[in-house]
C-alpha cells in the first residue's frame, strides 16, 4: 500500500480511501496473514459485508490508523 493517494477498491469507484478492510481467506493464507482491501465511505458497507458473508473479514479501520500501525511495525 504505497499508493501516494490510495483509492478504494470498488470495481470502477476512482475515490479516495478511507478505510483498510483487511481480511484472510482461510483456504489460501496462512492464519496471520492479512490481504487489504481499500474503501472509500460509500463502498465500505458493501465491501465488509462481501467479505464477512464469507467469513474472510478480520478487521477495518481507518487508512489513517493502518498507516501508523505500519510505521510502528
Known sequence: MSE???????KGCRADAVWV???NNPKLHTPE????????DEHREHLSRFLDVRSFLKD????ADWQERERGA
Open 33 to 40: 496473514r492479512r490481504k487489504t482491501w481499500l474503501a472509500c
Open 4 to 10: 501516494e493517494n490510495p483509492i478504494c477498491s470498488a
Open 60 to 63: 477495518v479501520v481507518t487508512l
Open 21 to 23: 478492510l483487511a481480511w
